[in-house]
Structure formats: structure tokens, C-alpha cells
């Protein structure tokens, strides 16, 4: 990029001619001669051009899979393996948005000698998801500060935070599923352990679930119908378009990182009962991965849901478009699979899709982070508005576990309580 | 030579802006003892680069510009009322170039707090900085002192002006 005035010294001529005059005027030499001074000044500000930087910058990272919330050391070296002096340089490095540096800012001042090398060092708390280090951003000046350059150096870096969820977040199913057996009760009566009904014998029932009571108390042959339990086919689909990014505090995870967290411990739970789980997002950039079952599908999921741009904890860039969105996932979506929508339910787009979606089929269980407060007018405002559709998604039969500050499992158990009732 | 700036493109993300300690603590000390200078020749001069010092650090404390502009001007109207009373040029001069490194350690602490956050490490580039400056000060000083010493035995103040006025004109032209 080219040099361009900082309009530092403006002003100094002014100063000195406006000192000399009066000097002049009176006769007094000592007041010319502070005009020397400031005529020596005004000829170093426009001595020289902000130098082109020669720089070898090289960034080394103490850990690059770090746990989440680990502290990852980041040191900065820029070397100047040109000719010419950098008598004033100021450094900063790109810092990935999702990361921020703690204590120290990742930014320094710096006068090189050719051949020196100057070093910042500072700490980046890891926060999951796949982090690249941006360009590092360089101002250089001249030695009065009077002209200056801006340029940008690349340095490759990237790290990779992946999370290992914990299990034991029960989210009890619907009763949309496959014909495999597994673990969620259906109302189809056939073999199973919870009684259904009975029925008139027919021959070839199982001697065992012939109902012995009833053939003793009245002499007719029937058969017990039990409960079938079978698997289902989950998709998790997490909203992370731009509206869901909404925190509470700017200190603590926003919606989509708990959603993100939540969906981590559903997936180990339901790939642990042996449903078949799938994984979508509901974000400009892609991200599906169809349903399916065993260790290796559950390695594949806990890598995107960690890595994955649509996941990570800044939005992605891009527009979002629904209606296209929208008819991809249903193309993408099996018949018999049944939805996990984890939204924070920031707008009216979340609650028509997951209306849409229980209205193609699809059994809808939204899981929402509730993000909104009740600090200010606006925040409340948002609460009586989320709390509203809560109501009318509800009324529609959907399903809604409203995830406060409490674990997910908690949150769970009391919508578990409201849903047998 | 594009004289356009750009908007600034470091002064993003959340650092600690408050100006750097150092050059803020070297900008009050000079503009000190630049008024200490003006109170050996002149005590209305020296009021006001008191003045001028109190705004000074005033505008380096909360980090304002134009306070710490403002600040300077009235050193330099201190400067100009002590030549004005007839002070020696000596500790003139001296005051002169600690009011312009005050100056321009103040306005270095505050563009470097916008920049890289008061708390960065920056203390060499500090010193460098601050040495140059220096360096140009004492240059410019002495190269007039030894004029106004040549010139003293009888020559009109006139040459020196006439040849001050060339060397602005000159400077000028370069910019």
C-alpha cells in the first residue's frame, strides 16, 4: 500500500513563522533562534518516506489441539531482513475472531535495525472449533512520524479445538421411527417389555405372552400385546444463522455454542442407545451429515460439530436464505426422522421452520437455550417475545425443552414432567 | 505522495487504550522542566507554560489530542512571552526543544494507546522514538546557537532571519 501523511507535524510552520515574526517585530534574537529550533524539526518531519518493510514474521503456538478453554501461548517474531532501519513500526497480529487474547494484547511497538527481531508474546483462551490466524497488520513510519504505510504479511496458523462432549443428556424421543429395535417405546403392540393391549389368541403367538390370568378367570385363549421398542432416526439441527448468535453477557457462551455443546451430549446419548443420528445446520455455509449409527458415524459428528464453520462461535459469513435452506433439509430429510431443532428461538424464522418441519412429518423436539434478560426494556421485551412463541409452538404440538442457566439434563427432566402430563 | 489517510485500520478489537505510561510520564517531566527554563528568565513566560504543562497532562491523562495541542500551544505562547521580556537565549532554547519532545512524547503515548493498547510492550520503540526526537532537537539548537554566536560581533540579526526565512521556504517546498 502506498505511504500516505499523518498530518503530524501540521501545523509546526505556522508555529515558526508566527515565533519569528514576532521575533523580528521586537528585535529579539532569542525568539528567532527558537525558530531555528522549530525550522530543525520541520525539515526532519519531511525527511524521508514511511519505509516498505522487509519482514520475516514467523508466530509459533505453545499447543495446536488444545482442549477448550485451554490457555494457548502465542509468540509473534518479526524480523527485519531488509536494508533499510524501521525506526517505527507498529505490529498487530490477526487474532482469529472466536479467540481473544487474555492479559497481554497481541499487539506491539517495535524499532528494528536490519537484522533485528522483535517478539510479542501473548495467551488465547482455545475455544472450540477450527480457528486460522488472519493477516498480520503492519504500520510503519518515517523517523518523525510524518508519513505512513500501511501493509499486510500472511502467516500461516491455524488451530483446532475439538471438545470431547459428555454423555448422559437423555432427550426423550417421539414416537416417529425406524423398523429397527432400539430404545424408544412405540404405540405398536408386538414384543417389548411396557404392556400395549390384548388380543384374541391367534395360532402361532408365543406361549409367554399369552395371558394366563384372563384363561384362568374366564377360559378364552388372548394374548398380551407388549410395547414395541424400536430406534429412531434423529437429525440435530442447530440454528446458527447470525440471529441465533445471542448471548445473555457479552462474558459468557452465546446461544449457538450452547446449542452446539447440547447437541454434542444428545448425539453420545442417542448413538449410545443406537438410534440413528444425523447433523445439519441451519447457517449460510453447509453442513449436513445424513443419519446413521455405530463409533465411526459418532467420531464424524463429534469432528464437525467441533470443527465445522457453521458451528463455530462466530457467525459465518455469507447470506442466509430460508426458503432454499428450507428445501434442501426437507429433500435431505428421511421420512421417518424425526427433528432436534436447537434454537434460541431469536425470531419468528426459527419458530416457522420448526413449524413447517412437524407439519411435513417430521417430529419436532426444539431444544432452546433461553439467552434473554431482563437487565433493560429491549431485553425484556425479547423475553416476553421468546416466551410467547414458546407458547404458540407448544399449542402447536411441538414439543419445546426451555433451557435456562441449569444443566441440559435438568432443563430436560421438567419438560419431561410437563410433556407426561 | 497520496496525502489522503485512510481510516485507521488497527484502532479495532478491544484493548486497553488508556496512552502509554512511559511517554506519558516523559512528556509531563519535559514539559516541566521546559517551564522550570522559561521561570529562570522570565516568570510571566513561565506561567504560562505552567499553564500550558497543567493542560498538557491533563490531555495525555484521559488521552485527548487536542488537549494535549492546546496544551503546547500555550507553552510556545510561554516561549514567546519570555522572548518577549527580553530572556537570554539560552535557556530559551533549552525550553524550546523540551516543549516540541513534550509534545511529542504526548502525542506518541496517545497514538500508541489507540494503536497497541497502553499495556503492550513498546518501550524500546519508546526510547528510539524519544532519542530521535531528541537528537533532532539538540542538532537544531546548536546549529542556531552557533549562528547567533558567528552573528553576535556586530552582523544584523537581519542575515539570520533572511536566511531562517529561506530555510522554511526550502522545508516547504519539500513537503
Known amino acids: 500500500m502506498r505511504a500516505f501523511d499523518t498530518n503530524r507535524w501540521v501545523g509546526l510552520n505556522g508555529v515558526i513563522l508566527l515565533v519569528v515574526g514576532i521575533g523580528i517585530a521586537i528585535r529579539a534574537p532569542a525568539l528567532v533562534l527558537v525558530g531555528v529550533v522549530g525550522v530543525g524539526y520541520a525539515a526532519f518531519a519531511a525527511f524521508g518516506d514511511a519505509p516498505e518493510p522487509t519482514l520475516e514474521i514467523d508466530r509459533t503456538l505453545s499447543e495446536d489441539a488444545p482442549d477448550p478453554g485451554d490457555e494457548v501461548d502465542v509468540s509473534l517474531t518479526v524480523r527485519n531482513v531488509g536494508e533499510t532501519w524501521l525506526s517505527d513500526m507498529r505490529i498487530v497480529d490477526g487474532v482469529p475472531p472466536g479467540l481473544e487474547a487474555t492479559g497481554r494484547p497481541a499487539r506491539m511497538a517495535a524499532a528494528l535495525a536490519p537484522g533485528e527481531a522483535a517478539t510479542v508474546e501473548y495467551t488465547v483462551t482455545a475455544v472450540r472449533g477450527e480457528h486460522t490466524w488472519k493477516d498480520v497488520r503492519i504500520v510503519t513510519r518515517n523517523p518523525s512520524g510524518s508519513r505512513e504505510r500501511y501493509v499486510e504479511r500472511a502467516v500461516e496458523t491455524m488451530v483446532r479445538c475439538i471438545p470431547t462432549f459428555e454423555a448422559g443428556s437423555d432427550l426423550p424421543l417421539r414416537g416417529l421411527t425406524t423398523q429397527y429395535s432400539g430404545r424408544v417405546v412405540t404405540d405398536v403392540g408386538g414384543s417389548g417389555v411396557e404392556f400395549h393391549s390384548t388380543r384374541e389368541y391367534r395360532a402361532g403367538d408365543p406361549v409367554k405372552r399369552i395371558d394366563w390370568n384372563r384363561r384362568a378367570r374366564t377360559g378364552e385363549l388372548s394374548t398380551l400385546e407388549l410395547r414395541e421398542e424400536r430406534a429412531a432416526t434423529v437429525v440435530l439441527l442447530v440454528d446458527s444463522r447470525e440471529e441465533a448468535y445471542v448471548a445473555r453477557n457479552t462474558a459468557g457462551q452465546n446461544a449457538v455454542e450452547r446449542s452446539v455443546d447440547a447437541a454434542g451430549q444428545l448425539f453420545t446419548a442417542l448413538v449410545g442407545n443406537g438410534d440413528r443420528v444425523g447433523l445439519g445446520a441451519m447457517s449460510p455455509s453447509d453442513c449436513w451429515i445424513a443419519p446413521g449409527a455405530g463409533t465411526a458415524h459418532g467420531v464424524r459428528l463429534r469432528e464437525q460439530l467441533g470443527s465445522h464453520q457453521a458451528f463455530a462461535s462466530t457467525p459465518s459469513d455469507g447470506k442466509f436464505y430460508w426458503p432454499l435452506w428450507f428445501n434442501r433439509i426437507r429433500r435431505r430429510l428421511r421420512r421417518d426422522a424425526q427433528v432436534v431443532f436447537l434454537t434460541p428461538l431469536s425470531d419468528q424464522t426459527a419458530a416457522r421452520t420448526a413449524r413447517r418441519l412437524d407439519a411435513h412429518g417430521h417430529l419436532v423436539t426444539i431444544v432452546s437455550p433461553n439467552e434473554t434478560g431482563d437487565t433493560s426494556i429491549g431485553s425484556r421485551f425479547a423475553r416476553l417475545e421468546r416466551e410467547l412463541q414458546l407458547m404458540r409452538l407448544r399449542r402447536a404440538g411441538i414439543r419445546v425443552v426451555d433451557w435456562g442457566e441449569e444443566p441440559l439434563r435438568v432443563a430436560i427432566a421438567a419438560a419431561e414432567r410437563r410433556w407426561s402430563r | ?175
Open chain 2, 1 to 175: 505522495m497520496s496525502t489522503e489517510r485512510p481510516d485507521d485500520e488497527l484502532v479495532d478489537g478491544e484493548i486497553d487504550r488508556t496512552p502509554s505510561p512511559r511517554s506519558a510520564i516523559g512528556a509531563v517531566v519535559l514539559a516541566a522542566i521546559a517551564t522550570a527554563m522559561l521561570a529562570l528568565v522570565s516568570i510571566e513566560g513561565a506561567a504560562l507554560a505552567f499553564t500550558g504543562a497543567i493542560v498538557l497532562s491533563v490531555g495525555v491523562r484521559f488521552g485527548r489530542l487536542r488537549i494535549v495541542h492546546a496544551g503546547s500551544l500555550l507553552s510556545v505562547g510561554g516561549l514567546v512571552t519570555a522572548g518577549v521580556t527580553g530572556a537570554t537565549p539560552e535557556p530559551l532554547l533549552v525550553a524550546a526543544v523540551c516543549a516540541v519532545l513534550a509534545w511529542d512524547l504526548a502525542e506518541t503515548a496517545i497514538e500508541l494507546g489507540d494503536r497497541v493498547g497502553g499495556d503492550a510492550s513498546t518501550a524500546r520503540f519508546e526510547s528510539v522514538h524519544a532519542a530521535m526526537i531528541l537528537a533532532v532537537g539538540i542538532a537544531s539548537a546548536a546549529v542556531g546557537y552557533g549562528l547567533y554566536a558567528a552573528t553576535a560581533g556586530g552582523q544584523p540579526t537581519t542575515a539570520v532571519v533572511l536566511l531562517l526565512f529561506g530555510a522554511v521556504i526550502v522545508v516547504s517546498a519539500f513537503r
